[in-house]
C-alpha cells in the first residue's frame, strides 16, 4: 500500500471517521428524549404551577379552630407531614373539614380549641389549606420551571460535551496529530469492541511508550511488525491506530 498523507493541518470531517456519525446521531437521540422527558415534565408541572398560584390568588385567608391534629412518630417527624381537623365559618356557613395537611412541627404545637390560619377557595370553600404550608408549597412550586430550565441547559451541555470529546478523539488526531509506526508491544488483541494495547515508537532516538486504539475487524495500515498511528495532540500518551478503510476514505492512499 502507498501512501500519500498530506503534512498537518490535513482535511479531515467527522463525516469521515467510520462510526462517529453514528455516536453522534445516537447522542442527538437520547439528547432529544431527555428534552422530550423534560417537556412532559414541564406540561405537568404547568399545569400544577397555574393551579397552585390561582388558588393563592383566589383564597381568602380566615382564622380556623383545631378540633384535632394527626401526626407521625416522634422520630420521624422532622420533615414531615402532619393533619388537621378545624372546625371554620365562612360566607355564614360552619364547616368541619379533616386532613388539612401541614408541617409535623407545627401541628405538634397546636393543641385542641388553637387558632390556625386557614386559605379558603370560594369556589371550593370545603377544601381549606393550612395558610403557612400552602404558601411554602406554592414558593417550592415557582422554582419548578427554573429546575426544567436548568435541565434542558444541562442536556444542551451534555451534547455540546460529547461533541465536543469526539472531536478531539477521533478527529484532531488525524488532522494535528503526529503521524506515527508503532511497534506493539504484543499481539494485537481480538474483539468486537474498541480495544487498547501498549505499544512504543521512537522519535530523534527516544523512546515513547504509548497505550494505541484500534478498532475491531480492520486491518492496520502496516509496514512489517509496525502499524500506523496518529498521536492525540492533547494526550501524547495516546495513539489511534490507522486502518486501510480509514485511509482510504481519507484519501490517503494513492
Known sequence: MQLA?????????LTQVPGAVVRLVRGVVLGL????????????????????????????????????????????RDGAEGALEVLYTFQDREHSVSGVRTYAEYAEGLGRGAKVKLLVDPAVPDRPREAGFARARATR????????????????????????RLWRAEVEPLRLGALVWLTPDGPLPESRGE???????FRQDVK????????????PVRNAEKVLAAVVPRQPGWARVIDQELAKELGWVR
Open 33 to 76: 428524549a431527555f428534552i422530550a422527558l423534560l417537556g412532559t415534565g414541564a406540561a405537568w408541572a404547568g399545569r400544577f404551577f397555574v393551579e397552585e398560584q390561582g388558588f393563592t390568588a383566589r383564597a381568602e385567608e380566615i382564622d380556623g379552630l383545631v378540633v384535632a391534629t394527626r401526626l407521625p412518630p416522634k422520630d420521624a
Open 5 to 13: 498523507i498530506p503534512h498537518a493541518p490535513r482535511k479531515v470531517r
Open 141 to 164: 412550586v415557582g422554582l419548578l420551571p427554573w429546575g426544567l430550565g436548568l435541565g434542558a441547559l444541562v442536556a444542551v451541555g451534555l451534547f455540546s460535551w460529547e461533541v465536543r
Open 208 to 219: 515513547h511508550a504509548v497505550r494505541a486504539r484500534v478498532r475491531p475487524g480492520r486491518a
Open 195 to 201: 480495544v487498547s494495547f501498549p505499544a512504543h515508537y
